[in-house]
């Protein structure tokens, strides 16, 4: 039985690693004796993937966990599994896939972030128009191969102040197609990095249309879009 997990990574561990993350659920899963199904081969690990890595230092309310088990798991096995994990960890939702279904990370296309903003709106909003208005933002980019230079206008989906609440609300892509961290964003904003940037969903693509892992409609290796839930055309 194949499931998507969604959970929130919230501010007690918002210093954990990606990799510490993916060590604390192994180990909570075996905590509540949940019979996970592992790789064949000479190193063994448990077939579960993350949709994306999250950043160190950032706070997550939809995070997504791709998991294979043995048999099928029920609601109270996921209850036993909120049980045995830690404060930070909340389970949100979860849904039986279909094992033909791609890799939920090779699904992956966007991801919404918002963060309070300390600058005035006006100024930032005046940015927002100048940085939306070119074609072409560049910035650079350290790899195993040296530095790049990478244009990321592209890659920004939305941009914009929510003024009731003075956050800014990014929807950037995301995943093997490309995309941008909100921190390069920031920079070019001359926004400083706030404690409270939170990535607020996860997002896959269909057909040039962004939905969350668990609105759409899942069948054998289709992925359609729910017309019924929220969605975002490209």
């Known amino acids: 039985m194949r499931i998507w997990i969604e959970f929130a990574k919230q501010q007690p561990l918002r210093y954990l690693s990606h990799l510490d993350l993916m060590r604390l659920w192994q180990r909570a899963i075996r905590r509540a004796g949940l019979p996970v199904v592992y790789s064949l081969g000479f190193n063994p690990h448990p077939k579960m993937s993350f949709a994306s890595a999250l950043p160190v230092g950032v706070i997550s309310d939809a995070e997504y966990l791709d998991i294979q088990f043995a048999k ?16 930070g960890l909340l389970i949100s ?76 609300l990014m929807l950037l892509a995301s995943g093997g197609e490309g995309g941008t961290k909100p921190r390069e964003l920031l920079e070019l904003l001359q926004v400083h990095p706030d404690s409270n940037l939170r990535r607020t969903e996860t997002l896959l693509e269909v057909n040039a249309v962004l939905q969350s892992p668990m609105a759409v409609l899942l069948k054998e290796k289709e992925v359609s879009i729910n017309a019924k839930e929220n969605h975002y055309q490209l």
Request: proline share 7%; net charge negative.
């Open 72 to 87: 099928d798991i029920s609601e109270q096995d996921l209850i036993t599994l909120q049980n045995v994990l830690p404060i």
């Open 93 to 168: 939702g979860w849904r039986i896939v279909p094992e033909s279904v791609p890799a939920l990370m090779a699904l992956v296309r966007a991801v919404t972030w918002v963060m309070p903003l300390d600058e005035p709106i006006v100024t930032v909003q005046a940015t927002i128009e100048q940085l939306l208005a070119t074609t072409e933002l560049l910035v650079e980019r350290k790899g195993k191969k040296g530095i790049k230079t990478v244009n990321i206008r592209p890659f920004i989906y939305k941009l914009q102040v929510e003024e009731e609440t003075a956050r800014l």
